[in-house]
């Protein structure tokens, strides 16, 4: 296909990237199907096996954690490469583990960035793909009402530190003061 889309260097951390967020993905949903599969065996036998051992390689976290912590620990600058090197059916696979991720309110402003690289990314492929569009019609409400959450936060701790900075300021000038009369005596 000719289709025109971002130049990009592939650098050696860009692709060690890339390959994290792949393995990341393939293995939570490796893992997913894992105890999807144990939770199905179990209601069949009445609740009597055995609990399932946990995936070691996941650190004790759940498969979608895992995937969000591996992407989190790439560096911001490497990120829109990574996800650029990607392959197709894991950038729709991002998308499904945003909603995921959206609705646990993991990581907010990580996840946002990376819905609207993946969206800018691949915004052609996944027009075409009516799977994509059903995942991209549950989860723009989502981001919007999480990125509305995420900047209401962050405009009531700026309030909060223009209070704190106005008190500080007060209480510097009350000093001041004393010092100046102190100095007059």
């Known amino acids: 296909e000719g289709e025109a889309g971002m130049a990009g260097r592939k650098t050696l951390e860009t692709l060690t990237a890339a390959d994290a967020i792949v393995e990341a993905l393939e293995l939570a949903e490796h893992e997913t199907k894992r105890l999807a599969e144990h939770a199905a065996d179990s209601a069949k036998s009445g ?3 055995a609990p399932i051992q946990p995936n070691p390689l996941l650190l004790g976290q759940s498969p979608e954690t895992y995937a969000l912590n591996a992407i989190a620990k790439i560096r911001p600058s490497e ?3 990574a996800i650029l090197c ?4 894991f950038a729709h696979e991002i998308l499904n583990h945003l909603t995921t991720w ?3 309110g993991q990581k907010v402003e990580l996840t946002c960035k990376i819905a609207a690289l993946v969206m800018r990314l691949h915004a052609n492929s996944f027009g075409r793909t009516p799977e994509t569009r059903r995942t991209l019609v549950k989860l723009r409400p989502l981001l919007r009402a999480r990125a509305k959450e995420a900047r209401d936060l962050m405009g009531f701790n700026l309030a909060g530190l223009n209070v704190l900075d106005a008190f500080i300021r007060d209480n510097e000038e009350v000093k001041d003061d004393l010092i100046d009369d102190d100095a007059g005596l």
Do not use: H, S
Request: proline share 8%.
């Open 47 to 49: 609740g009597k096996l």
């Open 79 to 81: 990120l829109e490469q």
């Open 86 to 89: 990607i392959p197709f059916d």
């Open 102 to 104: 959206l609705n646990a």
